[in-house]
């Protein structure tokens, strides 16, 4: 399986040439997609499973509208978004993945980390944030840790995102241009434009040590965001084929009496 992630890392470049989703459709599609997401919510309540996905890949990928996508219909009680800022100088001093174990799932939870500890492998690295030495030792220790995690029962996806350079380049534009985007656009991020060869060879030695059988990586197409969402969700949901879980009934008699209409006594009165 590790040839076909390279393959597919290979072969993402130009695949967004093609004809683009429409919204329409990506949101007909999406509806579908949702209903089963929330049938793998209770299969996991029901089971009392934790499922913890990795979503990384390059600036502008599309991370955040993909991890949306998947929990703007869940509990948010069940489901939760991890996006962890810059160590503190406290959390420098520590063993690099204990800042993440603390925000691994419970049962029946579901948890998206929009990057993960594979920051060390990838911006920490290229950026220069990290020794070399701490790279290499990194992805020397993270198969170890992942299959700790795995044989205790967790269930865990990694997903990377793949994004041409042009695609990039436009995406970097509106977010410039567009005031309410222009938060997602920091120093760091247009640093990354001039290093985009090499974030590829550190994706591709990231690969090579952390593509293992009990956690394998799968890389979406995200060049068309929105095909990329669907395809992610698909694989996500097809990760737990057997989740049917019979639906409780609830019951909704009648009110008993003519709706009550709210009344203040006091000087508050809504606005």
């Given at each position: 399986m590790g040839k076909d992630a390279k393959k597919k890392s290979g072969s993402a470049g130009g695949s967004g040439s093609g004809r683009r989703l429409g919204k329409s459709e990506y949101l007909?599609?999406?509806s579908e997609l949702e209903l089963e997401l929330n049938e793998l919510a209770r299969w996991l309540q029901h089971t009392g499973k934790r499922l913890l996905v990795l979503i990384e890949g390059r600036d502008t990928a599309g991370k955040g509208g993909?991890?949306?996508a998947i929990s703007s219909t869940l509990n948010p009680r069940q489901c939760r978004t991890v996006a962890l800022a810059k160590p503190s100088e406290r959390e420098r001093t520590q063993w690099y993945f204990q800042r993440y174990v603390e925000h691994l799932p419970a049962a029946g939870e579901i948890v998206l980390f929009d990057r993960s500890w594979?920051?060390?492998a990838g911006v920490e690295r290229v950026m220069g944030f990290c020794t070399e030495a701490e790279a290499k030792a990194f992805l020397e220790q993270v198969p170890v840790f992942e299959r700790l995690l795995v044989?205790?029962?967790?269930m865990l996806l990694k997903y990377w995102l793949t994004v041409d350079q042009a695609q990039q380049e436009e995406r970097f534009a509106e977010r410039l241009a567009d005031p309410l985007k222009r938060w997602k656009l920091?120093?760091?991020d247009l640093k990354s434009r001039e290093k985009y060869a090499d974030y590829t060879a550190a994706r591709e030695k990231m690969l090579a040590a952390t593509h293992t059988k009990r956690a394998p990586w799968t890389l979406v197409d995200f060049n068309d965001q929105r095909a990329g969402r669907l395809k992610l969700i698909r694989h996500l949901l097809d990760s737990v084929p057997d989740r049917a879980v019979p639906e409780t009934p609830v019951e909704f008699p009648p009110l008993g009496h003519a709706p009550l209409v709210e009344r203040y006594k006091a000087k508050p009165r809504p606005i």
């Open positions: 007909e599609k999406l993909v991890i949306n594979y920051n060390r044989d205790d029962g967790l920091s120093p760091i």
